[in-house]
């Protein structure tokens, strides 16, 4: 919607004549714009500012597209290791929070095993708990990463090997280990910029 808004504005803006020259802007501001993040703070078009005002939000827009892309690319290549470790014992507001965190951030969220119910792990019981924590909720089963990480206590945060305990934010997890664990710094950095937090 910021987009089609800033295209007329951009338009009048420039004096551009006819419906030709207001779609092909249009199309122009919906491609480039829907790249952009809108918190992005682009320049404002003035009115009577004529076309090279236009020009130059888009040459903008551009640049921070590539931008974005090279960063992308540079984390691909990172490779950042990450889990977030809980089990059904943590308070679902907590949970709650995790997986809409660790969604953001691209994290896996894992649990040692199935909720047990009369006594044994089970499926059933697995199903009910993840049903309870929201639709879209995705939680994997894999005890080796618990063993590899010898986490014991839970929620535990792991990047590229650094672990760090407590009933926090992922989002504070991360800048926890910026500060305080040189090996984890630059992942963590990664994690939080895919937040939208640094």
Known sequence: MAGLVLCAVAAQAAGMPGPDAER?????TV??????????GLPEVEAGGGGEAF?????????????????KAHEARRGVEAWVLVSSS???AS???????ARLAGV?????GFPEEGGRPSLAAMRRWV????EDAGVLVDPRVFRRFGVERVPAFVVDGE???GDVSLGYALRWLVEHRPRARAGAQVLLRRMGGG
């Open 24 to 28: 092909k802007a249009h199309e122009k």
């Open 31 to 40: 491609r480039v714009f829907s790249q952009v993040r809108p918190a992005g």
């Open 55 to 71: 020009e130059r939000v888009f040459r903008e827009a551009e640049r921070r597209v590539r931008a974005a892309r090279v960063e």
């Open 90 to 92: 943590v308070p679902r």
């Open 95 to 101: 949970l709650v929070r995790l997986l809409r965190d």
């Open 108 to 112: 896996p969220v894992v649990v040692r």
């Open 131 to 134: 049903r309870s924590l929201g």
């Open 163 to 165: 672990v760090v305990y």
